[in-house]
């Protein structure tokens, strides 16, 4: 087996038995839900950069900029969910950034299909999160 055959940011020699079937088990959910036309979706932005890669989306925040509309505790539950994702999906070092219009992810690695996949998967599930209904 090729040594640049990774799951999830790990060697597949590495795996033990039952990572591999969960890896296995994974990888058909994801052909199985992913349309033939695009592995990436039009809402979010993926970008390579010197240092890794950003990946981000615009939410609509009802006229208020994130970076006034969230505190810095928000930021820190963020970031405390991105950081137990991160641990599952070998994206160990991401970093969660408000910008005005938008959340971005900064990884500081080159991610693999799998792990864009899962992260726009993340990102939708921060939408339901930081639902601009739910601001006091």
Request: charged fraction near 35%; avoid cysteine.
């Amino acid at each position: 087996m090729s040594k640049n055959r990774m799951w999830m940011g790990r060697p597949i020699e590495e795996l033990d038995r039952r990572e591999l079937e969960a890896a296995l088990e994974a990888a058909l959910d994801l052909l199985r839900s992913v349309p033939s036309a695009s592995l990436v979706r039009s809402d979010v932005e993926v970008r390579e950069t010197g240092s890794g890669t950003v990946m981000g989306r615009t939410f609509r925040w009802a006229f208020i900029p994130a970076d006034h509309l969230w505190s810095e505790e928000d930021r820190r539950e963020v970031q405390s969910r991105l950081d137990e994702f991160a641990v599952r999906h070998g994206l160990q070092g991401a970093r969660v950034r408000f910008s005005p219009d938008r959340l971005d992810v900064e990884v500081p690695r080159r991610l693999q299909v799998e792990q864009v996949i899962a992260l726009q998967e993340w990102l939708d599930s921060e939408r339901e999160a930081l639902d601009v209904s739910q601001v006091p």
